[in-house]
């Protein structure tokens, strides 16, 4: 077995994003410290980082005025790290949930110092380039300059009682360094935000049934940490893979991979079939140039659709393979891997247990980890083979399924263990192992 070690200690809990959790250079982990160990409660108060080789602990932010945060994610080239902020002075009509939360991040180098990310105005005629809701998950692109999130619209979901207009439905959008966005006071929990923000997915009420029409687009992805080469060999600069909850020709729900090509950042602003910022009745529309596809066609298959336990669908480095989760003709929930250009998938794993975690790849696109029979396993993408790091624990200290996360350089794992203190009380405790031989 490989070499594991144990980062964190204090008697709270500990909680990863399942992407994105290590510093550039791979000497720190940032994780938040929402109590339960699934991450359900959003009630952590402080963005933490813990020093992997010396178990050193720095606060990066802490909250204030009854705000939460959690579900930190580190910026791949600089010292930024973004994360979900929930309401300050939060109020009966405007308490935590998914419509009312924002994107903020804080530079490493000055703690306690958190610059929205997206900006909101909720207030007719809206703004383009701000969001009217809540934004999550926040991950930025392999170069280091856009971020994706999904979203939940207030202004729809306040209406949703009246029937009228567009339903609140689960999208993805992207953050872009087009210029800061500054909106009008005209509601206390409108503000500013660093970066233009638009949604990039399409939804629809009623999904015609054996038709790409989604309701839901959601676990965001990007292609590629500098997008994928088509099929005639030019380069997608950047394209996002999501899950879209589609109908299949019997009526009954399938949940399948697609992708967002995205256009040029000069081509985020120009307005597609409706506008950027929505209308009162109207979602916020994608930018006219982002092309969605459908990657995978499942219905046929004994075990349709993407399943297994929440994940993210996860792209190589190179951009040529995004790996997600289904199950084998046993019932077995597997890896497999797509390519960006469509085709059929590929069976990664064949293993006799179920994959049962969200799962990273390592730097040179060899190597897939995630959670299985209790331990950490490592699989070979191009052969298959998986390998186990970790002893098998079945007991309640068995690595969780949210995050297993490759470090930078592909030579670490980081996960969580939820490991009783000495009274008996259970608190998430980040762990990492060696993933080399």
């Given at each position: 077995m490989s070499m594991e070690r144990q980062l964190t200690t204090a008697a709270h809990g500990h909680l990863l994003t399942n992407a994105n959790v290590w510093s550039p250079d791979g000497a720190w982990i940032v994780y938040d410290v929402r109590s339960d160990a699934a991450g359900s409660l959003f009630d952590g108060t402080r963005i933490e980082r813990v020093h992997v080789e010396t178990g050193r602990v720095e606060v990066l932010y802490e909250s204030q005025r009854g705000a939460c945060c959690g579900v930190a994610s580190c910026n791949p080239v600089d010292d930024r790290v973004a994360f979900i902020l929930g309401p300050e002075n939060p109020t009966p009509d405007w308490q935590y949930a998914f419509h009312h939360r924002q994107g903020v991040f804080v530079d490493a180098a000055r703690p306690g110092e958190a610059k929205n990310l997206d900006a909101r105005d909720i207030v007719p005629p809206y703004t383009p380039g701000a969001l009217r809701g809540g934004s999550h998950v926040h991950i930025f692109s392999g170069d280091g300059q856009w971020v994706s999130f999904t979203y939940d619209d207030h202004v729809l979901t306040i209406r949703e009682s009246t029937g009228q207009g567009d339903l609140n439905q689960r999208n993805v959008g992207v953050a872009v360094p087009l210029s800061a966005v500054t909106v009008p006071r005209t509601h206390p929990r409108n503000h500013d935000g660093a970066l233009f923000s638009t949604l990039v997915t399409r939804t629809v009420r009623h999904?015609?049934?054996?038709?790409?029409?989604?309701?839901?687009?959601?676990?965001?992805?990007?292609?590629?940490?500098?997008?994928?080469?088509?099929?005639?060999?030019?380069?997608?600069?950047?394209?996002?893979?999501?899950?879209?909850?589609?109908?299949?020709?019997?009526?009954?729900?399938?949940?399948?991979?697609?992708?967002?090509?995205?256009?040029?950042?000069?081509?985020?602003?120009?307005?597609?079939?409706?506008?950027?910022?929505?209308?009162?009745?109207?979602?916020?529309?994608?930018?006219?140039?982002?092309?969605?596809?459908?990657?995978?066609?499942?219905?046929?298959?004994?075990?349709p659709g993407i399943q297994g336990p929440r994940h993210w669908p996860r792209s190589s480095p190179d951009g040529s393979r995004i790996a997600c989760?289904?199950?084998?003709?046993?019932?077995?929930?597997?890896?497999?891997?797509?390519?960006?250009?469509?085709?059929?998938?590929?069976?990664?794993?064949?293993?006799?247990?179920?994959?049962?975690?969200?799962?990273?790849?390592?730097?040179?696109?060899?190597?897939?980890?995630?959670?299985?029979?209790?331990?950490?396993?490592?699989?070979?993408?191009?052969?298959?083979?998986?390998?186990?790091?970790?002893?098998?624990?079945?007991?309640?200290?068995?690595?969780?399924?949210?995050?297993?996360?490759?470090?930078?350089?592909?030579?670490?794992?980081?996960?969580?263990?939820?490991?009783?203190?000495?009274?008996?009380?259970?608190?998430?405790?980040?762990?990492?192992?060696t993933a080399t031989e």
């Open positions: 999904p015609r049934p054996g038709s790409d029409e989604i309701a839901k687009a959601y676990e965001d992805a990007w292609v590629g940490a500098a997008g994928y080469v088509r099929a005639d060999r030019s380069r997608q600069e950047r394209a996002l893979a999501f899950l879209g909850d589609a109908i299949d020709l019997q009526g009954n729900p399938i949940t399948e991979l697609f992708i967002a090509d995205l256009p040029p950042l000069h081509a985020m602003k120009k307005p597609g079939d409706g506008p950027l910022q929505g209308t009162p009745t109207t979602r916020p529309q994608p930018p006219l140039a982002v092309l969605q596809r459908r990657l995978t066609f499942t219905a046929d298959r004994k075990h989760l289904m199950r084998d003709d046993a019932g077995v929930v597997q890896l497999w891997t797509v390519s960006p250009n469509g085709g059929p998938p590929r069976q990664i794993t064949r293993d006799p247990w179920d994959v049962a975690s969200a799962f990273t790849w390592n730097k040179g696109g060899t190597a897939i980890a995630y959670v299985a029979e209790g331990s950490v396993m490592v699989v070979n993408a191009a052969m298959g083979e998986s390998r186990r790091l970790t002893p098998a624990d079945a007991a309640g200290s068995a690595p969780r399924p949210e995050a297993c996360v490759f470090s930078p350089d592909g030579r670490q794992i980081a996960y969580v263990r939820s490991i009783p203190d000495a009274d008996g009380t259970l608190f998430n405790q980040l762990f990492v192992v």
